[in-house]
């Protein structure tokens, strides 16, 4: 109840940011020896809210769909990716921890290659993998592009949890002659709980950049991310619309966290929380 | 207990999976292009963006069946911010792509082995836009004006245009990078703003002037166009893979393509509001107006066609290629370091097409064609 509050409250802010700087800041903005540091506050730039609320109810175009149930069902999409993006990069990262924890050559070789990866930078990733969708649809090329993106957190985060368990119980687990295998799921991986979730938090809102980003980049249809870019394209003459398509990316990220988080409750009830650095 | 919870994850994590599943049946629907008869020869065509009327003569090509007349089952790739048509063409991911003439040869120069079999668009549309107050009218003008440019390749007849216009590009102007909608010029943050004449000048003439409360017109902007200019290079061309190029089959196969293509921009041209109604069915965000807008500039780029769509004429060819070598924009390159090799362009099955498409009855030189003036609304829509 007290946490819905601090939500609609923190949303007001928001709102009332938004409108104030509308109010008090000028509409050419403001610049510094030839560097803007501060936006320009016209509607052009910066549409009213209530423009961007109006124009969700609109038709996108004429006779079409109001453009809330459009960018909704574009949220769906791209829901729909993140999800096998992040189920797909979750799997990986798991896996490449449990290798990297049980052969510490693995982990000394591959680890720097899995930081690398995520030096790659996406605008050359995505038209390589685009080619490959001969063998799968379209949408699986972006899947594949969050899972890129989400499985490094899920990797290096779990490592460091399968890690973290006592030398006093490894040694126990050792002293009842139990293998790696039982040792993991008996030891290690219910220690690693704690890491894996906010691991897991950061996998899926790196999934969401990467389907958003991978449908800009390799133009596939229907999602959010293209939406973004088509909607922007009318910026000149509509800006309120391109608004519509960006508040509709940015609830997709708080769901999909939402429903990360909501992974967690049933096994995290009677453990204790810890920050996790990743790097 | 434990493995109830255990349980429980697992269930969650495969209801996002199946979620991910369910989503993908709007998707693989769209490339399909409507059933197809026994023994169509399936053929992928990469464009250079999302369905617009730019695009017109193929989407029209493919919805009335003008490839299946030719036997080809012909599927459309729609671009994205970073696919490349030539380097898709080249990779042979695509049998044929759309694409700029610089830009497809600067891909050449590195390797790509692709050839110009169509020069579709015999127009440049690129022009540099400005307000009618400012007084600039020609390339000139731009002296000590704030330019806004594409870059990416897209900026070399404005280069072009102000070298010839007696302005050093890098000392003479300042250049601003230019974001692909419109909002800088109107905001007046640059003087002169790059716009293709069926899409960003567009785009300003759906725009409510706020101190009028009016749409802004034509009376409100000047424009510089580079073919008047003399500095326009060539645009939207079908390019073919070379290398396959030596195959009979291929080669056949290349002169059906082109066949269906010029019906299908010979339609457009005829059926201007037909086609615009084509590309809004495929789903494209843009509006009805500014599709039409845009079919009908895109038409006014093709027709009238002097000497057969298509076909690639020897003096622009040789200005775009001139000025592929020897312009130089802001950071120096040229889009070429030496002239196109091998077979950069052909006219050959272009010819063979034309000559198809006149004894099936096809006006392929649209002599007496008019562009319909077309009454743009409010974003277009």
Not at chain 1, 230 to 243: I, L
Not at chain 2, 318 to 332: A, F, R
Request: charged share 15%; with cysteine; hydrophobic share 45%.
């Amino acid at each position: 109840m007290r946490r819905a509050l601090y939500v609609l409250i923190g949303v007001a802010v928001c709102a009332v940011l938004w409108e104030g700087y509308k109010l008090v800041g000028s509409p050419d903005g403001a610049v510094l020896l030839g560097v803007r540091v501060l936006p320009r506050a016209d509607d052009l730039s910066m549409p009213h809210l209530w423009t961007v609320v109006e124009r969700l109810g609109r038709p996108e175009l004429t006779g079409g769909r109001p453009v809330w149930i459009v960018v909704v069902n574009a949220c769906l999409f791209t829901l729909g990716i993140t999800a096998a993006g992040f189920a797909i990069g979750a799997l990986v990262g798991l896996v490449l921890a449990a290798l990297m924890q049980r052969f510490r050559i693995v982990e000394r070789g591959l680890l720097p290659y899995v930081i690398l990866s995520q030096t790659v930078p996406l605008v050359a990733l995505a038209p390589l993998v685009a080619g490959w969708n001969v063998l799968w649809p379209g949408w699986m090329t972006v899947a594949l592009i969050a899972a890129y993106l989400a499985f490094f957190p899920v990797a290096v985060g779990m490592l460091r949890g399968l890690q973290s368990p006592a030398p006093a119980g490894v040694e126990l687990m050792r002293s009842y002659a139990s293998g790696w295998w039982r040792t993991l799921v008996k030891l290690r991986f219910p220690a690693s709980l704690p890491y894996l979730f906010p691991a897991l938090r950061l996998a899926g809102a790196a999934a969401v950049v990467g389907a958003v980003v991978g449908e800009i980049s390799t133009g596939t249809r229907g999602g959010i991310g293209r939406l973004i870019i088509e909607y922007s394209r009318e910026a000149t003459s509509d800006p309120a619309k391109v608004y519509t398509a960006m508040l509709g990316a940015a609830l997709l990220g708080l769901l999909v966290a939402g429903l990360v988080s909501l992974l967690e409750l049933p096994l995290m009830r009677h453990r204790r929380h810890v920050e996790v650095v990743t790097l | 207990m434990r493995r109830l919870r255990i349980f429980t994850a697992i269930t969650a994590t495969s209801a996002l999976l199946f979620a991910g599943c369910g989503t993908a049946d709007p998707q693989s629907v769209t490339p399909a292009p409507g059933g197809s008869g026994g023994a169509l020869t399936p053929i992928k065509l990469q464009l250079q963006w999302f369905y617009q009327a730019q695009f017109a003569g193929y989407i029209a090509a493919v919805d009335q069946g003008f490839y299946k007349e030719q036997g080809l089952d012909v599927q459309l790739l729609e671009g994205g911010v970073d696919i490349v048509p030539q380097t898709v063409l080249a990779q042979g991911k695509a049998d044929y792509a759309v694409a700029w003439v610089p830009k497809a040869l600067a891909s050449r120069e590195q390797g790509a082995g692709i050839t110009d079999v169509g020069q579709i668009f015999g127009r440049s549309g690129t022009y540099q836009v400005a307000w009618k107050d400012s007084g600039i009218t020609k390339a000139a003008d731009l002296k000590g004006k704030k330019v806004g440019n594409w870059g990416f390749g897209n900026e070399y007849e404005l280069f072009a245009g102000m070298t010839k216009a007696g302005i050093d590009p890098s000392k003479d102007v300042t250049l601003v990078q230019q974001q692909f909608d419109m909002q800088a010029l109107l905001k007046k943050e640059i003087d002169a703003a790059q716009a293709m004449s069926y899409n960003e000048y567009a785009q300003l003439l759906e725009a409510k002037n706020p101190a009028t409360g009016k749409l802004y017109t034509a009376d409100d902007f000047s424009i510089i166009d580079w073919k008047a200019e003399g500095s326009s290079m060539l645009q939207d061309a079908v390019w073919a893979n070379t290398e396959k190029l030596n195959d009979p089959g291929y080669q056949q196969q290349t002169v059906k393509f082109l066949v269906g293509t010029i019906k299908g921009w010979a339609f457009c041209r005829d059926n201007a509001e037909k086609c615009r109604d084509l590309v809004v069915a495929k789903g494209s965000k843009l509006g009805k107006s500014h599709q039409l807008w845009q079919m009908n500039e895109v038409n006014k780029l093709i027709w009238p066609a002097t000497g057969g769509i298509g076909v690639i004429d020897d003096a622009n060819w040789k200005q775009t290629v001139d000025i592929s070598l020897t312009t130089k924009n802001q950071t120096g390159d040229t889009v070429l370091k030496k002239a196109p090799e091998g077979l950069a362009f052909t006219n050959d099955y272009i010819n063979q097409a034309i000559t198809a498409a006149k004894g099936a009855g096809i006006d392929v030189n649209g002599a007496g064609f008019q562009a319909a003036p077309v009454t743009l609304t409010e974003g277009g829509s």
